[in-house]
């Protein structure tokens, strides 16, 4: 083989060597390329549902938050109203019973004031010479009592509780003073007598005491002193 041939056929080596190094490489990993592609397309996607999610969740806790707050305050306005009407009905109620509790007391003076009766009145001198009439029966004082029993129970049921008075100073915030009497061997100011009985209901006073105070003059205050 001649040299001219040998190179021409170098030329064209060449020239085939040289197409080949200018022509683009394709890149072994497209596919992998075209997935990791998608992958970061789809958190993207995700990214932003989430942000469209939070803020929709934080709405909802808003409004929440609201109605919440508005359900508490219509429970505080509520229960408040409901204190109201019970208090106002507790006090329509009481005054409502109130005087049948004072007519009850006055029912309980006359059986008490009927038990302090004598049995019998005493015999008079021709008391003999008349018509003998039979002796009045004891069984009206026994139902009397019974009677006064039952009803100081049912008094105490309804939280009524007399105030004792009697041999204590005088409290006028529970009674008032009807009479006085003079008595150097009592202090002044201590009540001798309850001419009619006070009562509490609860807390309130239900009826005041009628009272004789001993009542001690100047006079008589040096003396014993």
């Known amino acids: 083989m001649d040299a001219a041939v040998k190179e021409n056929l170098l030329d064209q080596f060449r020239c085939y060597l040289d197409s080949i190094e200018e022509a683009p490489e394709e890149p072994d990993d497209a596919g992998a390329e075209a997935d990791l592609f998608s992958v970061f397309v789809e958190l993207a996607a995700v990214r932003n549902e989430v942000r469209t999610e939070s803020r929709l969740v934080k709405e909802a806790l808003d409004q929440f938050r609201g109605v919440f707050a508005t359900l508490q305050s219509s429970h505080a306005t509520l229960e408040q109203e409901l204190k109201r009407v019970q208090g106002e009905a507790r006090e329509r109620g009481r005054a409502l019973l109130r005087p049948l509790l004072l007519e009850l007391l006055d029912l309980r003076d006359r059986l008490a004031a009927g038990l302090q009766q004598p049995a019998a009145p005493p015999k008079r001198r021709f008391d003999r010479w008349r018509r003998r009439r039979p002796a009045e029966p004891k069984s009206w004082r026994e139902g009397l009592g019974i009677t006064l029993r039952r009803l100081d129970r049912i008094l105490a049921e309804r939280r009524v509780a007399r105030i004792e008075m009697a041999g204590k100073r005088f409290d006028p915030r529970m009674g008032r003073v009807v009479g006085t009497t003079q008595d150097a061997s009592v202090g002044a100011g201590i009540?001798?007598?309850?001419?009619?009985?006070?009562?509490?209901?609860?807390?309130?006073?239900?009826?005041?005491?009628?009272?004789?105070?001993?009542?001690?003059?100047?006079?008589?205050?040096?003396?014993?002193g």
Do not use: P, Y
């Open 191 to 224: 009540v001798v007598e309850e001419v009619t009985a006070g009562f509490m209901w609860d807390e309130e006073l239900l009826r005041a005491a009628e009272v004789i105070v001993n009542k001690i003059e100047t006079e008589q205050r040096e003396t014993v």
